[in-house]
Nanobody
Framework: VQLQASGGGLVQPGGSLRLSCVAS????????IAWFRQAPGKEREAVSC???????YYADSVKGRFTISRDNAKNTVSLQMNSLKPDDTAVYYC??????????????????WGQGTQVTVSS
């Protein structure tokens, strides 16, 4: 599956953004889709994941602020990000896997990656 991430931008602290990950080349419904982020000089960090059956997982740093959802009819997974902080600044990537039993926070579990979208939180 080919994944394309979009929706990043510049936002003030406390603001919101909605990222989208659109799949092509294959139906999305069998995939677990995750969002990762990477800030300059830091390792890639898991943010959130939604399984093929709709279970959701979040990093502690984003719980209560971010919401992941999927619309299989539109081949899209979204990440609604509220109450954004400067520490959320990073390039955000979506990633997918057909494997059913994974450690969701491990990048190596995913076979397909989007190109990334920049999120900058700054006043």
């Amino acid at each position: 599956v080919q994944l394309q991430a979009s929706g990043g931008g510049l936002v003030q602290p406390g603001g919101s953004l909605r990222l989208s990950c659109v799949a092509s080349g294959s139906p999305l419904d069998g995939y677990a889709i995750a969002w990762f982020r990477q800030a300059p000089g830091k390792e890639r960090e898991a943010v959130s994941c939604i399984s093929s059956d709709g279970r959701t997982y979040y990093a502690d740093s984003v719980k209560g602020r971010f919401t992941i959802s999927r619309d299989n009819a539109k081949n899209t997974v979204s990440l609604q990000m509220n109450s954004l902080k400067p520490d959320d600044t990073a390039v955000y990537y979506c990633a997918g896997t057909l494997n059913r039993r994974i450690l969701w926070g491990i990048p190596q579990e995913y076979n397909d990656w989007g190109q990334g979208t920049q999120v900058t939180v700054s006043s």
